[in-house]
């Protein structure tokens, strides 16, 4: 076999498979670029909650203020009740002994 | 040794009286035409004492010593529409731990019976009053820190406004309470 002849067998131009360079380009096709809209960002979302929460905060604590005041004035009027109950039986105790007492006597 | 046991009955009427449960109570009045529940435990009582005014001093600090306070109250259309025997539980309760009973008056088919726990130097650790009725019973459970003079205070005035679905603005019981204390606070707002 002649060298030479093998050498230039061997570097002999052949053309491209079917659908290479198609191939070849759209591996190195580079991907768009995803434009986030600002509304959608982490940043602009934590800023959104925070805010929420900023305004929600100082509503539930007043919320809460509130009910315990309703608690509270409920729980004096209760005792209130309470103590006005027992006097009225410790007076009418109190009645029962002197009619006894007296009828006693 | 001794002093261990001398706690330990001491603290045995303590922690007994916290285990009344007033719910058995509520058979009494299962038939009621009108009934006052009031339950006031430590914590709502502190929550009430937090709302007395400055005028309300003296209330402020015959409350401000107490642990709970609890009152049952029912108004029956007619006689016999209770079962006595539905106290029993409270009285043996009482008589169980070292209450005394410093009344017990029985006239006709009315009784009133009052129950206090004698703590040493003349303080008192409670009140009990049971009142019946042929159409009514009554039960108020304090249970707390009290002064012999206390009791005198309770039976006064103390700045309570008289309610008068009980006692008629006199004193005296005029047989309108409401169904619960609930519905007795609607009453009032009326």
């Not at chain 2, 339950?39 to 015959?62: H, V, Y």
Request: net charge positive.
């Amino acid at each position: 076999m002649n060298p030479e002849h093998e050498l230039r067998e061997a570097l002999r131009r052949e053309p491209a498979p079917e659908g290479f360079a198609a191939r070849v380009l759209a591996q190195t096709r580079i991907p768009p670029i995803r434009v986030t809209p600002w509304w959608r960002r982490p940043a602009t979302l934590a800023l959104a909650a925070a805010l929420l929460l900023t305004l929600m905060i100082p509503s539930e604590i007043s919320n809460y203020r509130r009910r315990e005041q309703q608690h509270g004035l409920e729980a004096k009027k209760q005792l209130m009740n309470a103590l006005a109950i027992t006097r009225v039986q410790l007076q009418q105790a109190q009645a029962r002994v002197r009619r006894n007492t007296r009828h006693a006597l | 040794m001794k002093k261990a046991f001398l706690l330990l009955a001491a603290a045995i009427p303590a922690l007994a009286q916290q285990n009344f449960d007033f719910k058995t109570l509520d058979k009494l009045g299962a038939k009621a035409k009108e009934s006052t529940n009031i339950t006031l435990d430590n914590n709502t009582l502190r929550l009430a004492l937090g709302f007395l005014g400055d005028g309300e001093n003296s209330l402020k600090s015959l409350a401000g010593k107490l642990k709970g306070i609890y009152v049952r109250s029912y108004e029956f259309d007619k006689p016999g529409q209770y079962n006595e025997a539905d106290l029993a539980p409270l009285r043996a309760y009482v008589k169980s731990l070292q209450w005394t009973k410093i009344v017990d008056v029985k006239e006709q088919n009315e009784t009133s019976e009052i129950y206090i726990l004698g703590l040493p130097n003349d303080k008192l650790g409670g009140l009990a009053i049971i009142s019946v009725e042929p159409m009514e019973v009554t039960v108020v459970f304090i249970n707390g820190a009290l002064d012999m003079s206390d009791i005198g205070k309770l039976s006064g005035n103390l700045g309570i406004p008289d309610l008068p679905s009980v006692t008629g603005g006199n004193g005296k019981k005029s047989g309108s309470k409401s169904g619960n204390s609930n519905k007795r606070d609607n009453d009032d707002k009326d």
